[in-house]
């Protein structure tokens, strides 16, 4: 299988551009929170279909004393409510919660499993999320979140051709050199909310433009 052409190149130019940047909400330290698999899972299941800067004042809201599973249960759902308004869908990520916590004490010790399968035994943990905390939370390697930037910006460089994050994940890991994978969510979730974005990207500003195929781009600045 071929690796991607020029990627040492592409990735020194893209930290070098981004590093003006804040690093994406679920995984930047956020002041007053201590940053542990526990808060990176919570902060995360907030920053779902969520701006960064609401999932972050959320997250501080809630996390900053009862960054525990059994601190979170101190707390009746409607508290969890009002304390991560108005991040969306903020009811069922409540109540996701608070099952989240109590699933951990009782199946895993109170503690955040350091096991991809077991994560996804969780109720509202997917793959991505999953990958997160794996990479964030407990500082593993050999793991590679995707989401909706990780997947559409490999699809317009030309690296890859696929439908779902979930097989953008599987053919990235073929091509993408395992050296990469820890850095690769930072810096393309950075890349796809200030240059890359959805619609109409800032090709005209690219650092990487010269090895872009701009699949699907019909329109840019
Ligand atoms: S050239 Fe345009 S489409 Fe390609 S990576 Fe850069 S911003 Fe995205």
Redesign the pocket.
């Known amino acids: 299988m071929k690796k991607i052409k020029y990627i040492e190149e592409i990735f020194k130019l893209l930290t070098q551009e981004l590093n003006k940047y804040n690093q994406p909400v679920v995984s930047r330290t956020k002041q007053g929170i201590k940053n542990t698999p526990f808060t990176t899972l919570i902060s995360c299941i907030l920053s779902l279909r969520t701006k960064d800067e609401v999932t972050e004042q959320a997250s501080k809201r809630l996390l900053k004393k009862h960054n525990t599973p059994e601190k979170i249960l101190i707390l009746s759902t409607q508290q969890i409510e009002s304390l991560i308004y108005p991040v969306g869908f903020y009811k069922t990520k409540a109540k996701r919660i608070k099952d989240v916590a109590k699933n951990l004490i009782k199946n895993y010790s109170g503690n955040v499993p350091d096991d991809f399968n077991e994560l996804l035994k969780l109720k509202g943990v997917g793959r991505k999320t999953a990958n997160i905390v794996m990479v964030y939370g407990h500082k593993k390697y050999g793991y590679l979140p995707i989401d909706v930037h990780c997947h559409r910006?490999p699809n317009?460089?030309g690296w890859i051709k696929t439908k779902t994050p979930e097989e953008t994940e599987e053919e990235l890991k073929k091509i993408l050199p395992e050296k990469y994978w820890n850095d690769f969510n930072d810096l393309f979730v950075t890349?796809g909310q200030k240059?890359?974005?959805p619609v109409s990207?800032?090709?005209s500003?690219?650092?990487?433009?010269k090895?872009?195929?701009?699949?699907s781009?019909e329109k840019?600045r």
């Not at 500003?205 to 433009?209: D, G, Q, S, V, Y």
């Not at 090895?211 to 699949?215: A, E, L, P, S, V």
């Open positions: 910006i317009r460089l890349f240059i890359c974005v990207p800032f090709c500003k690219c650092p990487i433009e090895y872009c195929k701009k699949i781009v840019s």
